[in-house]
């Protein structure tokens, strides 16, 4: 599939509600997401399986109110899920504040805007 027909059809996906936006904040993902892309998330992606070590997921912060998107490393039978960064000298994540409940996993990335 051509770069312009994979745009429009990432665009389409998050005009039908399908997926969410979300912009990436700062360097924990690199080399994988660039600080300033944006990503599409599946919020619908975990409702009837748990999510799978490798993915990467976006979660809601323990203890602030922003959002994180962190790889899964390790997942536990209740869903809780271990998260780390890729750049993991910069990265503040499971290593920091322990296990993500499943409720606070808010989707899985599917795909990224330069």
Known sequence: MNEELQTALKLL???????????????????????GEEILFNPKAYRQKLPKVGDIVVARHP?????????????LE???????GD?????????????????????KVTSKFP
């Not at 209740?78 to 780390?84: A, E, K, Q, W």
């Not at 993500?100 to 996993?105: E, L, Q, R, V, Y």
């Open 63 to 75: 203890y602030q109110t922003k959002q994180i998107i962190k790889r899964v490393t390790v997942v």
């Open 13 to 35: 996906q998050m005009l039908v509600g399908m997926r969410k936006r979300l912009r990436v904040s700062g360097p924990s993902m690199l080399p994988e997401l660039q600080p």
């Open 87 to 107: 750049n993991t000298s910069s990265s503040t994540d499971s290593r920091s504040f322990g296990f993500i409940p499943p409720n606070k996993i808010l989707g």
């Open 78 to 84: 209740d869903g809780s899920c271990f998260l780390t």
